[in-house]
């Protein structure tokens, strides 16, 4: 059985964590604008740059006091507006960031802050349960007025997704509404509004906001306030068993008694302070500006013809387009954001007629153009592209003589304004092409693949934030249900120059496993179509192996699927109650598989180190197995080597689309110990842009 790693210090938070890292990345950032402005000495004065610089080498030995008044420094205000822009606004979220761990009481002092609330301990006012009723069936009064303005094809798939029979049911018993059975229908409404229209949007938030309000005091009505005190007393002594004695089982008793509080909307400031101990991020992915600009970024140097019919005058000949797409990450705390850049320059060379009249021109069109794209929890955003282009010609040679010369001369400006807008145009088209190339199927699987089928089965991640700095796009998750712990101690450093890293906590895919296999029986082809649906592909141990004796697996409904991290050895189990191989069914049974990160000829591979561990799901050293459990086991180490293989491949892989052309990405670092896995790819060299290459500027068109 997996232990949830849950190490517990008596000081502050490690020092080395990825809050710190980001105040030494956002320093850096306001470091190097302040050098490039003449009035950067005194900024630096006013921001206390070098006591910033002296509380981060003290690490969690910082002054709080004084790390405070540096956050207030960095804080805006009308008379300060400059501080709204970056790098600062960035570096104010992470120095108040970093300023909320080291203000943060110690992991020895938790069961005594448990023990002081418990001793003042009330129920929150809050309105009655009438009352959020009422709120809640208004709620759904609206939601059944926007449902009418839908195809009755669409209406009926919308309903049937978001129970809305079933939820009408429970709204009409009596005397109130299953909490639970409300609950599990409320999950559907959680962050469901992207996917509807704009209009829609609000009316489901509103819906989701009434469920979860009606969830919440469902549960409190059925609490006392001698309720509220049972569970902090028995959380604190929980919390101190846990200190003394750190298990998977005491982890899993501390878990249990914060998803009652936190199911009820409890004493939210404590359940804040020990999450930043025991429920920390568990996922962290970094994509450096270099890989995403090598399948977004392009060049381009093309000739084109020319035939088109501009205000009653027909042109043809050839432009010669040089231009240029860039992308840059814009530092951001709140999410991330992407800003691409068009420019270009058409040389045109065209021969123009118009009732007899003939000429020859010659001209430039400068072209820039820019789009930025949001990404956050809920998905991406975007607005269309803006673009401008400035048109100048020169008329080479004509036929035109007299009052004609005039006339020609007149068109052509209004034929440069002509060119200008359809210039502009073509540049916000590419913008919108481009960036839906680059994002767009990443919008379709994130939104269709992975946030509607994990929020089905209430598996979407407790926290999910994305993030930008100048060079990293950053992802950290904390894949958790109310009940669950997740990471009690910080993430592997990030190594510098790595373009592509994970770095994941064992219980990310404990706690994952939960909602999406305990106690679920599946069919070797359910299992099949489940892995397809996520990963696109079905690895070959998944495979169905003999149709004629199908198998299936009931999943332990606690610790379906657990995994290990520790000293470079990786230890995945598989618990289940029961198997059944076409009709015979077979006993519960646990079965593990060791492998050990290592580098080979073939690169990095995780190896098997032992035969599969096979036993009876309760099995305890030194009992007895008959020879009955020997035959079961040969007949599920056959089936089970093919899903655990003797070598698992991590050393390279390519990532398609438009970054197929780079090649396979290949392991720059590693490391799986204190229960994170930690694996940092690099492009491989050469490779282009080059690692040096600068991200193309906004440029407006009127700055020659």
Known sequence: MLSIVLTVAGTRPSEAGPVEDDVRRAHAAVDRVLADDGIGNDWRKYLAIEQLEQQLNLGDQANVRIVRGIRDRFAYDDEAKILKRSPYRPAYHAIEAWLARLELPRSVELPDLVRHAADIATLPATPSVRQTLAQLRRAVDQMDTYFDHFGSEEQKDWRTYLHWTDMKTLLAAAPQPNAEALYAIARRY???????????????????VALRLAVRDLRR?????????????????????????PTAATAEAVGEQLGWLRDRDLNHSLLKVIDAHYRRENLYINVSRR????????????????????????????????????????????????????????????????????FHSQ?????????????????????????????????????????????VYDEKSLTERAVERLAAADARATLDRRADDAFGAAQKFLMYKMRIPLMKQNAFPA??????????????????????????????????????????????????????????????????????????????????????????????????????LDDGILTVQLRADRFHVGEKEYPAMRIAARYQLAVGKEGLAGVRQTPLEILPKEYQAGQRLGARFSTFRTIFRKRFDRVFPESIPLDRFRLGGNWNWVGDIEIDNFSADDGWLALHYRLPTPAWPPADAQPAEPRRLDAK
């Not at 704009?198 to 819906?207: L, V």
Request: charged content about 20%; overall charge negative; glycine content about 8%.
């Open 291 to 358: 890989l995403a600009a090598a399948g977004i970024e392009f060049t381009e140097d093309v000739k084109s013809p020319i035939d088109v019919e501009i205000r009653g005058t027909y042109f043809r000949g050839e432009n010669q387009t040089r231009g240029a797409l860039g992308m840059q990450w814009v530092p951001n705390y709140e999410n991330a954001l992407v800003h691409f850049v068009y420019q270009a320059t058409v040389a045109t060379n065209a021969y123009g007629s118009d009732s007899g009249v003939t």
């Open 190 to 208: 959680e962050g469901a509004a992207p996917l509807f229209r704009e209009s829609g949007a609000k009316t489901i938030e509103n819906m989701a």
């Open 221 to 245: 009505a059925e609490t006392t306030g001698a309720d509220l005190k049972e569970h902090l007393l028995a959380l604190a002594n929980r919390l101190q068993t846990h200190l003394d004695h």
């Open 363 to 407: 001209g430039t069109v400068r072209v820039a153009g820019e789009k930025q794209v949001t990404l956050d929890d809920t998905g991406l955003r975007w607005k269309s592209a803006a673009a401008q282009a400035i048109h100048e010609s020169d008329i080479i040679d004509t036929n035109a003589d007299g009052r004609e010369i005039g006339y």
């Open 463 to 564: 926290q999910l934030e994305m993030r930008t700095s100048e060079n990293n796009m950053m992802l950290t998750a904390t894949q958790a249900t109310p009940c669950q712990m997740a990471a009690a101690t910080d993430p592997p450093d990030l190594p510098p120059g790595s373009d592509l890293s994970f770095r994941m906590h064992a219980s990310t895919i404990t706690n994952l496993a939960v909602p999406l296999f305990g106690g679920r029986t599946m069919t070797e082809p359910e299992i099949e179509t489940f892995v397809d649906d996520y990963l696109g592909f079905v690895p070959t141990g998944l495979q169905t192996t003999d149709a004629s004796r199908p198998w299936s697996v009931t999943f332990e409904r606690q610790h379906p699927i657990t995994l290990q």
